[in-house]
Nanobody, 121 residues
Framework: QVQLVESGGGLVQAGGSPRLSCVAS????????MGWYRQFPGKERESVAS???????NYGESVKGRFTISRDNAKNTVYLQINILKPEDTAVYYC???????????????WGQGTQVTVST
């Protein structure tokens, strides 16, 4: 099992630059992929950004150029730096961890509880 705890959300003014953090704990040798998703009211959860243990990153088209994902493997922590926050960024942001279990030959997905980011104008 992997537990994920997000922090850094809240009410933020438009144009601001909040940083979300997610700390992983539990039973794992390493986390292969860590990422951030967000969910708008009444919508499906969408991928924002992901980063593999070696450092390669991927971003959703809507956030390229404004969001930066990074991770500290020693601290089992992933960060999401949001720049030039816009009202349309208001959503619940979820941390995700994907762990490969070699003995069972499968990938396990874990989710944080989510952190609300609300952009004020």
């Amino acid at each position: 099992q992997v537990q994920l705890v997000e922090s850094g959300g809240g009410l933020v003014q438009a144009g601001g630059s909040p940083r979300l953090s997610c700390v992983a704990s539990g039973r794992f040798a390493s986390i292969n992929v860590m990422g951030w998703y967000r969910q708008f009211p009444g919508k499906e959860r969408e991928s924002v950004a992901s980063i593999i243990s070696g450092g390669s990153v991927n971003y959703g088209e809507s956030v390229k150029g404004r969001f930066t994902i990074s991770r500290d493997n020693a601290k089992n922590t992933v960060y999401l730096q949001i720049n030039i926050l816009k009202p349309e960024d208001t959503a619940v942001y979820y941390c995700n961890a994907r762990v490969f279990r070699p003995l069972m030959a499968r990938w396990d997905d874990y989710w944080g509880q989510g952190t609300q980011v609300t952009v004020s104008t």
